[in-house]
């Protein structure tokens, strides 16, 4: 059965991106379909699903940066939220359960208002993710917010279910801590792996022997050691690199995740009207994270949209529930009832994470009123000083045409990255640098632009990057010179048609001036054609 399980998962996954729907609605809209037509979970794409998972959070864990978890904005709103949530949501059950008259809802106890509530103040880590992703949004400020609490629930979730099962780890897990001192040999290890086949099959082995494997050896969950794997090789400047290319690879897997959650929930009329209901618990869930993300400080668009991203249920909250189950603390009807809540809410999230910038001008200026006086330091405007020229992407052709444009010309230059990590290094290297995704909306809403800039130079790796950092500049009738770096020379003319006044096709250039300097060297210069 398993070729007709991938057969209409491809399908589901086409439809909706035919439809501009995320294909992971498609996946899990297949699972269901699949249920009705009577097939049942399927044990190969089950461990396929679960390797996924753990892929995920390796990956996650391969782009974090410890610091932002010790931001108090992220363990503090995250915190604050599970409890106001899960106390809110409790409350909203209790009173649907006096309302309503549905035997499941009249028969539910304390202890399981209690684990609905708390299975219900997850967000989904997948679903978030990779949203983030596909709008190239992870490294803005209220993304890497927003995966930050999706990282401390994780962690709430793991201490849950290691708490519900009534079993301590293994003494021998204090081994663990080993690895924290071993991490600098890891981080070697991965780069002598280099690139291509034996890069993915390290960081495969990584994230489900070292990760998944030896924490559940020792009796701590594997998906947290797959998390913290990806954390000990974070440091390195190979860690984007094997993120890179195990991301294909990842969502591959995550397909066979999304068709099993559609898979195991059979519904009845009663269990879709009960999700019908808890899912106005979700505008109950989305006010306490838009006050919460206020409350520390972040400004109202970073607020409003972290909460949108953050707006829908988990699938994390389906393991917590199963856990439950297992334990005999909650009925197996809640399972699927909360399948389909989580599914619900992915189909309602998923359009307003799109249309989010919209809403936020239509709507979410009003909150600015609301807004700190002492704005959280990433979260305050940008300002550009008395810099002369702009350089968005400080790699190696960036930092080169830093040089160029500070010794050779005397300019005051300005350069912009989006690297926490090579901003900092720069910085110690005397170098003019601040940190910014000029590639992300949220960096333009909050630029100052300065009238002193007469040259902005586009020098990020990523083309689509560019294009939109020219529409940026356009849109606010910046007057001065538009520079901007291609690989391929079909991205020149685009560029142009957008108002760039002058493109380098780095590798043309570079090989005509390597062929000017080996002719100067050798003599050829003095017998150039006319």
């Known amino acids: 059965m398993d070729p007709v399980i991938i057969g209409v998962a491809f399908i589901g996954g086409f439809i909706a991106h035919v439809l501009r729907m995320p294909p992971l609605l498609g996946f899990l809209a297949a699972g269901f379909a699949l249920n009705l037509f009577g097939f049942e979970p399927s044990e190969a794409i ?15 864990g391969l782009k974090l940066n410890i610091r932002t978890l010790l931001d108090r904005t992220v363990w503090g709103s995250a915190t604050v939220h599970m409890a106001l949530s899960t106390s809110a949501i409790a409350v909203f059950i209790v009173v649907v359960s006096k309302l309503v008259a549905l035997p499941l809802l009249s028969q539910i106890e304390g202890m399981q208002v209690l684990l609905l509530a708390f299975a219900l103040s997850f967000s989904s880590t997948v679903f978030v993710v990779k949203a983030l992703e596909d709008r190239s949004e992870s490294n803005s400020f209220y993304g890497r917010v927003a995966i930050g609490v999706l990282i401390m629930q994780d962690i709430f979730a793991v201490g849950f279910m290691a708490a519900s099962s009534g079993q301590a780890p293994s003494p021998w897990a204090l081994l663990l801590l ?3 001192p071993a991490a600098p040999l890891l981080q070697k290890l991965m780069e002598r792996a280099g690139h291509g086949e034996v890069q993915v099959l390290f960081g495969v082995t990584f994230a489900l022997v070292v990760g998944y494997g030896l924490f559940e050896f020792l009796g701590i969950k594997g ?57 106005i618990a979700l505008l109950i869930k989305s006010a306490v994270y838009l006050f919460t993300f206020v409350l520390f400080r972040m400004r109202a668009r970073s607020s409003v949209l972290a909460t949108l991203g953050l707006s829908n249920f988990s699938e ?19 399972l699927t009832v909360l399948s389909l809540v989580v ?69 005051r230059v300005l350069g912009v990255d989006n690297m926490t990590k090579r901003v900092r290094e720069l910085q110690q290297s005397g170098f003019h640098v601040i940190e910014g995704d000029a590639a992300d909306s949220d960096f333009w809403d909050k ?50 048609d957008r108002g760039a006044d002058s493109v380098f096709h780095v590798y043309s250039e570079a090989g005509a001036g390597l062929a000017d300097h080996a002719a100067e060297e050798i003599g050829f210069a003095n017998q150039r054609v006319a």
């Open 46 to 60: 089950a461990k396929l699903a679960d390797i996924g998972v753990t892929l995920l959070l390796f990956t996650i």
């Open 343 to 411: 599914a619900a809410s992915f189909v309602l999230s998923s359009p307003l994470n799109k249309g989010g910038e919209v809403l936020y001008r239509r709507f979410g200026r009003l909150l600015n009123r609301f807004e700190s006086k002492h704005l959280h330091v990433k979260d305050r405007p940008i300002d550009l000083g008395d810099a002369e020229v702009v350089i968005l992407g400080m790699g190696r052709i960036g930092r080169g045409a830093y040089d160029r444009f500070a010794y050779a010309f005397g300019r």
């Open 447 to 496: 630029l100052l632009v300065s009238p002193t800039v007469d040259l902005v130079v586009l020098a990020m790796p990523h083309h689509a990057g560019n294009l939109f950092a020219i529409e940026q500049l356009r849109d606010r009738d910046f007057s001065g010179h538009i520079a901007a770096v291609v690989n391929y020379e079909d991205e020149i003319q685009p560029l142009r």
């Open 178 to 180: 080993l690895l924290i």
């Open 223 to 279: 998906d947290f050691g797959a998390l913290v794997a990806g954390m000990l090789l974070a440091p390195h400047t190979a860690s984007g690199a094997l993120a890179r290319a195990l991301f294909n690879l990842k969502d591959l897997f995550l397909i066979c995740f999304f068709v099993n959650l559609g898979l195991q929930a059979m519904p009845t009329w009663e269990s879709v009207g009960i999700a019908a209901l808890l899912l």
């Open 316 to 334: 994390f909250g389906l393991i917590v529930a199963a856990v439950a189950t297992s334990q005999g603390l909650l009925g197996t009807e809640w």
